[in-house]
């Protein structure tokens, strides 16, 4: 049964596609870590290294809903066995299966936030061929500047995701910090892509935060100054962790990648550390 947590009246419902090995060694994806770093990111998070030191990875959609009523998803996975993750994602994935366990049936999805067009973000978000929206009564919602550099987070989603999504009068584009509700908010946080968004809820004293990619790995708690080998702008991907971590600290955090879904923030916020920054590598459309 997928896990939930409560925040006020809405219930977070983390829903896992998959998970598997990361396709490169973990080293390599963060290349200023020093072994300090990963000693502690392994005891926080014990279940996202495998037995021989490679990166397991969890791969999570969020369902964010009040009683019984419209749900809105954060991100659609890793997708069918045809999805664009399929040549590095361990496809196909089981978001259908976790929305049935959780009492959601796709026809309840009334809103979809994506919170960036890498592939194992978007799997699920139109499906078949030809492409239709997954979720048929939704609003896929988009920053402008995510949609804006398309063509160099991955050209092919074009034609497969973002054209289906609006001929079919479903895609919704954002500009910037955008209220959903008085409790749910979307947050810019750029970096990762240029149009990466967070999702900010809030219930009285209560925050939680849906990540997305700000962060991806433990060892961005242990010292969220550390880059992400495949991040566009790896220092402005330092800046909105570092901001979000420092503005919404105390909060849960509700990550797509780490062991566990959910996460409280550092106590205290973490300060800026200056490392050399080593010029990433990046995979095209990858996580």
Known sequence: MPLSRTLGSITVTALTDGEGPFFQPRADAFPTATAAHWREADRRDPSSVTADGQWWLQFRSFALRVGDGPVTLVDAGIGPSDSPAASWAPVPGRLPAELAAAGIDPDDVHAVVL???HTDHVGWAVTGTPGRPYFPNASYLVQRAELDALQVINPGLRASLVEPLRAAGQLRVVDGETSLTPAVRLLPT??????HQSVLLTSADERMLVTGDLLVHAVQLVDPDLAYAHEEDPEL?????????RTHSPTILATPHLGTPFTPTPTPPPARVDHEVIAPTRRSGGQ
């Open 190 to 195: 750029p970096g990762h892509t240029p149009g």
């Open 237 to 245: 991907a330092r800046t909105s962790r570092l901001t979000a971590l």
């Open 115 to 117: 919170t960036h067009l």
